[in-house]
């Protein structure tokens, strides 16, 4: 029995030792260091409109229906889009929910665009993704979809392509650890003429705008 | 990704595996040696000691095989109880600035039990379930807890193979407190930093608010004022319009978190689309770095079980036994997710984007074959893509890993001491094919060790099939499923193999927690996780007792060679025919079955 309860004691105590390691000093630290190097990234990558509202975080995406604007992927993230209920469709391949839906997808997409029915789509721009919040489409699915933007903004197909260049994110070496993607939020708002990138244009200071501990007191927690 | 960067990429992949396994196996030999010796030591030494007298423990005494498995109970069940109880008392605690409710009691049993035994099955989804001491305190504590107990097991049986004529194997609480003090917490301090560098985020914020760009008309439910769906005559929904003006972006402590959820093969995510989110999975090159994370530590281990042994060379043949059954479990997957769903490319799909449903742009079909191959060989489980929506033979791969015991490479630990049953088991069939008595190591390996390595293994799989079966005839477990035909039967296996397995992945369809509040699949997978983990730590510590008593005889001309080919195909082959006749039948009637009707165009 002695054994017992000397055992019991070292697991509570080492519980409580590891717990303030791990779970309070730790991500403290982190946090810290990261607010300090980091500070855009660590608070989400938001990006701001011209009034300083946020519109969005770079990394998530956006639904986008107007023909003037580029389509983010399908989304089954709760009613689409919805970055509190990351998830996909989890439909198996033989599965009639799946065939009716990326069937749908298909026709919708050549419709939007004005394709002909031997056009072959892209497979991303009619699957959902596996987060509902994919901030890419790859570079074949904006081809298509460049022209109808360009001629919705009376834009030079050039002045759409290169907006296009300009969002994609590229892996290191060109295909290390994943592969090239155009950043739909990105381009949107490029294309609004809203530049989106905070360090140039914003007003405020990044690591003072969103004071963590102070907000957390707003809320009452 | 055309096929040659897919080919360069597995190949770099590989090369720097190998190229970590010697300086992390000398860290990872340091650690385990409480006499060792690291640059660390002027900083952590003090910290150390002082941790040892607060738990009022002399470091140099050592324990017994049985003593070490007691301590490994006492300290799982106290964590485990902790957990449950944080989590049940989770609206009352602070932190928990999206106000969010307690869990309700068995899905807080099964969640506790789950990331007690480092398997990380999530039956619900964090970013709506948990709060941020939830996440920090209930359950990121685990990862680092259960990655340590999975090492200090390793550690206890490597000792028992390496000592001879000594009853002791280790102190557990020194092996715990040395592997997190010298290195869990220092690496996840380095990997958690470059993790926001790439985008991923640290804050204690509560969730922000975005006025999107363009408004969107979606479809919802209607509900009544009691919150209940309406229905029309016809029994179908009622569907209204409703305007989305905002999008409310998830926040919180990720990146520490997510740190050790990798290194340690966790697994369990932050947010329920777990490594697919581009907050917890932001760029390729994070992509790259947390498929290497995974695999770091179980490669580096089997470099200390040579350093330990004192024979190197089998320490490397064990790697290169595991990296013969990574690399083909990863081509399989490629092949099948590139040649992509016959049924969809028949509807105007270009062929060659593959089978891109419940994948991510930025991962592309190479990389998400690579991670959903490299998460199940070891008992990882997180997902940068859905399971559930891979091809048949795609997602045999992953479902096969998890079945074969996840000993290729393995979870932190337990993927080395998951090999070494086998490995025992294998010399136990090399010397009855030959008619010597086996030995392993110098140790002659006799009826107790061959009683407890099966054992092991027959409770894996009875745990496996047998919940499966229990589901598939309840009309609970059928209520869960998501998909129909053989890939219902898919979706039910793949979750009891992948909690058995301490994996955690999912075929994510599998409601495992319905509204409806049905306890069944939370408790059946929850005991799941507990046989899984201590029905293998108790053998292989009995086996790692049994093994440091026995006396050491040197090697003659009879000895098997536990080096070279020869033995990585006596490895290989044991384990390939376990598991295959172990699950053969079951996988005919699901996923192979499923891959036959697929290509006859039979839908469900």
């Known amino acids: 029995m002695s054994t017992f309860f000397r055992e019991l004691r070292i697991s509570i105590v080492a519980t409580v030792i590891f717990a303030l390691l791990c779970s309070g000093v730790y991500p403290v630290v982190i946090w810290g260091l990261s607010q300090i190097l980091f500070p855009r990234l660590a608070n989400g990558s938001l990006v701001e409109g011209n009034d300083l509202t946020i519109v969005g975080s770079d990394l998530i995406a956006q639904g986008f229906s107007g023909a003037k604007y580029f389509h983010p992927r399908p989304s089954d993230a709760g009613t689409g889009y919805d970055a509190t209920n990351s998830g996909a469709s989890n439909l198996g391949p033989t599965s009639q929910k799946l065939i009716d839906t990326v069937k749908q997808n298909v026709a919708d997409y050549r419709r939007e665009n004005g394709l002909a029915d031997n056009v072959p789509v892209p497979a991303d721009a009619v699957t959902a993704s596996a987060s509902g919040l994919d901030p890419h489409i790859s570079p074949e699915n904006a081809r298509l979809q460049a022209a109808r933007v360009a001629r919705e903004r009376h834009l030079s197909p050039d002045a759409v392509n290169a907006a296009i260049q300009r969002a994609t994110d590229r892996p290191l070496f060109g295909f290390l650890g994943g592969q090239p993607g155009v950043n739909v939020l990105r381009l949107n708002l490029a294309l609004d003429g809203m530049t989106e990138h905070p360090q140039t244009t914003r007003k405020r200071n990044p690591s003072t705008d969103y004071v963590d501990y102070t907000d957390l007191k707003a809320s009452g927690s | 990704m055309n096929n040659a960067q897919g080919w360069l990429e597995l190949i770099i992949y590989t090369v720097v595996l190998w190229a970590v396994t010697k300086p992390l196996g000398l860290w990872v030999t340091a650690v385990l040696d409480p006499n060792g010796k690291t640059f660390l030591d002027p900083a952590v030494r003090p910290l150390e000691r002082l941790t040892y007298r607060i738990f009022g423990i002399r470091p140099e005494k050592e324990q017994g095989w049985l003593s070490y498995a007691f301590s490994i109970l006492m300290f799982s069940a106290v964590t485990m109880l902790f957990t449950y109880a944080l989590l049940r008392l989770q609206a009352a605690l602070p932190l928990n600035p999206q106000k969010l409710p307690a869990v309700a009691d068995h899905l807080a049993f099964n969640t506790a039990a789950s990331f007690t035994t480092n398997t990380n099955w999530q039956s619900y989804a964090g970013e709506s379930t948990m709060s941020y001491l939830s996440q920090m305190l209930a359950l990121a504590l685990h990862n680092f807890l259960s990655a340590a107990v999975g090492i200090a097991v390793a550690a206890a049986i490597v000792r028992g193979i390496a000592r001879h004529t000594v009853a002791t194997v280790g102190n557990f609480w020194v092996d715990l407190v040395r592997i997190h003090y010298y290195l869990l917490i220092p690496i996840c301090v380095v990997y958690a930093l470059f993790l926001v560098s790439q985008g991923m ?320 699949y939370d408790i059946t997978l929850g005991l799941a996780t507990l046989i899984g983990r201590f029905g293998m730590i108790i053998p292989a510590l009995a086996l790692a007792g049994s093994l440091g008593r026995k006396k050491l005889i040197p090697a003659g001309p009879g000895t098997f060679p536990v080096t070279g080919p020869l033995f990585v195909v006596l490895v290989i082959g044991t384990i390939v025919l376990v598991g295959a006749l172990t699950f053969f039948p079951a996988l005919s009637l699901a996923p192979i079955l499923e891959h036959f009707l697929m290509h006859s165009g039979k839908l469900f």
């Open chain 2, 201 to 520: 985020v640290q804050n204690f914020k509560p969730y922000d608010t975005a006025k999107v760009i363009e408004p969107q008309k979606v479809q919802v439910q209607k509900k009544d004022d009691a919150g209940n769906p309406v229905k029309d005559a016809q029994g179908n929904p009622v569907m209204e319009e409703q305007t989305v003006d905002s999008q409310t972006i998830v926040e919180g402590p990720m990146a520490s978190q997510i740190a050790i959820k990798m290194l340690g093969t966790n697994g369990g995510g932050y947010t329920n689309a777990n490594a697919a989110h581009p907050f917890e999975n932001p760029t390729p090159l994070s992509n790259f770095v947390q498929m290497l994370s995974i695999f770091a530590i179980p490669s580096a281990l089997t470099y200390y079980l040579g350093r330990a042994t004192r024979n190197q060379r089998h320490g490397w043949t064990v790697w290169a036994a595991m990296t013969i059954m990574f690399l083909a479990g990863v081509l399989v997957c490629w092949w099948a997710e590139a040649a992509g769903n016959p049924l969809l490319n028949g509807l105007g799909i270009d062929p060659a984007g593959g089978n891109m449903e419940g994948k991510e742009v930025r991962f592309g079909i190479f990389d998400s074959a690579l991670f959903a191959t490299i998460t199940t060989d070891a008992s990882c489980g997180a997902v940068n893509a859905m399971h559930d929506s891979f091809t048949p033979l795609g997602g045999l791969v992953p479902m096969v890993n998890i079945q074969l015991g996840e000993l290729i490479f393995g979870g932190v630990g337990a993927g080395l001491y998951d090999m070494l049953v086998f490995i025992v088991l294998a010399v136990f069939i090399a010397g009855l094919m030959v008619g010597r008595t086996p030995e392993y190591l110098g140790k002659k390996i006799e009826a107790y060790d061959v009683k407890m390595a099966t054992f092991a293994i027959l409770l894996m799989a009875f745990s496996m099939l047998g919940f499966s079966a229990y589901a598939c005839v309840t009309p609970w477990g059928q209520a869960g499923l998501n998909n129909n035909g053989p890939h219902g039967l898919s979706e039910i296996l793949y979750a009891y193999s992948s909690c058995t397995g301490n994996n955690g992945s999912a075929f994510a369809g599998l409601t495992a927690a319905p509204a409806n509040g049905d306890p069944h």
